[in-house]
C-alpha cells in the first residue's frame, strides 16, 4: 500500500518530530515570516498528528478500493500510474528546495536498499488485492508493525521480549485465520474465491508485510536523508521493477477514459495524499500514536467491501482482523507510553 510503508520509522519515541526551525527553513511555499509564523502555529495544534494519520489510513482505502473497482488493468500498472505521479511531485520538491536527489553521503546504500524492498512489498501488497477480498488483504499488510521487533532484534539487536512474542504470536494466528488453509478449514472457503487464490494472495500480503517490517527498520539508519529523496528514489523504484514485470508478462492495457479512467485519477490523488499525511503523521507524532490511528484502514476496507463491493465477510476473517488490529494497538499504546 502506498507508500503504507513507513507507519513504523521509530520503535521507541518520537518518530522524527517536527522542528518549527528545520520546516520553515524547508518549506518553499513560505515566503514572508507572517506565513511562517501561522505555519509553525498550525503545527503545534493539538492532535494534529494523530488526525494526519487517520487521514492517511481513509485515503490508503479509497486507493485500495480503486484497485478493486478496476479487476481488468493489472495491479501493478495502476501501482506504476500512481508512482510516476508521485515521483513528479517529489522531483518537484526536490528541484525547489535544492536538496541531493540521492541523499546524503554515508546513507546512500540504506536508501537504496530501503526503494528496492519497498517496491516489492508494494508490488506484492497490490497483487495480492486482485487475488484476496480487499478487507484481507488490508488487514495482513497492516500488521506489518508488529513484525518490526523481530527484525529489529535480529538485525540491530534490540530487545525482544516476551511481550513481543506474544504478539507476533496473536497476529501470525490473525493472519493464519484470514488465509483459510483448506486442511482446516474446508467448510469455510469462499465461493468466489478459489483455494488457491486465497493461499498465495495471502502469502503475498503477508511477504509484503514482512517486507514493509524490514523497510521500518531500514529508515532508522536514514537520519540525515530528506523525505523527498526518500520517496523520489522509493517510487522511481517501483515504476522500474513493475514495468519491467509488466512487460515481461505482456500485461500493459492502457485504460480507455470513462469510468476506468476516473478510477484511476482517484488512486493517483489517494496514493499521493495517503503519502503525504503518513509523511506528516510520523513528524508530528510518536510512531506507536501513528500505527493506532491507522487502523481506520482495516475498519474502512470492512465497510467498503460489504457495502460497495458487495462481498460477504466470513466469522474467520473478522476474527482474524480482530486479533491483528489488538496487536497492533497494544505495540501501539506500549510504545506511546515508553516515549512519555
Not at 95 to 105: A, M, N, S, W, Y
Not at 213 to 238: D, E, G, H, P, Q
Not at 254 to 262: A, L, N, S
Request: with cysteine; hydrophobic share 45%.
Amino acid at each position: 500500500m502506498p507508500t503504507s510503508q513507513d507507519s513504523e520509522v521509530s520503535s521507541n519515541g518520537p518518530a522524527y518530530r517536527l522542528n518549527p526551525e528545520t520546516t520553515s527553513e524547508s518549506t518553499p511555499l513560505l515566503s514572508n515570516s507572517l506565513q511562517k509564523r501561522c505555519w509553525d502555529k498550525f503545527l503545534k495544534l493539538p492532535g494534529l498528528g494523530f488526525m494526519c494519520s487517520l487521514g492517511s489510513g481513509v485515503f490508503v482505502a479509497i486507493c485500495s478500493l480503486m484497485f478493486k473497482l478496476l479487476p481488468s488493468i493489472n495491479p501493478l500498472e495502476i501501482l506504476v500510474f500512481n508512482s510516476v505521479f508521485q515521483t513528479a511531485i517529489f522531483a518537484s520538491v526536490i528541484i525547489k528546495t535544492r536538496e541531493p536527489l540521492f541523499g546524503v553521503q554515508g546513507e546512500r546504500c540504506f536508501l537504496l536498499l530501503r526503494a528496492i524492498i519497498g517496491a516489492v512489498s508494494a508490488t506484492l501488497i497490490y497483487s495480492a488485492f486482485q487475488l484476496i477480498p480487499l478487507a484481507d488483504a488490508s488487514t495482513i499488510a497492516f500488521s506489518a508493525p508488529v513484525f518490526v521487533n523481530v527484525f529489529a532484534c535480529v538485525l540491530l539487536g534490540e530487545s525482544c521480549d516476551g511481550f513481543h512474542v506474544v504478539t507476533v504470536l496473536t497476529t501470525v494466528t490473525g493472519v493464519f485465520l484470514i488465509s483459510k488453509p483448506p486442511f482446516l478449514f474446508r467448510d469455510e472457503q469462499d465461493s468466489d474465491v478459489s483455494t488457491s487464490d486465497r493461499i498465495s494472495g495471502s502469502c503475498m500480503a503477508l511477504g509484503g508485510c514482512l517486507g514493509m517490517a524490514l523497510v521500518f527498520v531500514v529508515m532508522r539508519k536514514l537520519k540525515r536523508t530528506s523525505y523527498s529523496s526518500i520517496n523520489i528514489v522509493f517510487s522511481s523504484s517501483i515504476v522500474i521493477l513493475d514495468s519491467v514485470v509488466l512487460t515481461v508478462i505482456n500485461e500493459w492495457s492502457f485504460p480507455h477514459c470513462g469510468e476506468d479512467g476516473w478510477f484511476i485519477i482517484v488512486s493517483v490523488i489517494s496514493f499521493t495524499v495517503a503519502s503525504f499525511l503518513q509523511t506528516a503523521a510520523l513528524k508530528l507524532e510518536e510512531a506507536g500514536l501513528v500505527s493506532i490511528g491507522r487502523t481506520i484502514n482495516v475498519v474502512l476496507s470492512f465497510i467498503f467491501q460489504v457495502m460497495l463491493l458487495e462481498e460477504r465477510v466470513g466469522w474467520t476473517s473478522v476474527l482474524g482482523a480482530v486479533l491483528v488490529c489488538s496487536s497492533v494497538g497494544v505495540i501501539g499504546i506500549k510504545r506511546c507510553k515508553n516515549s512519555t
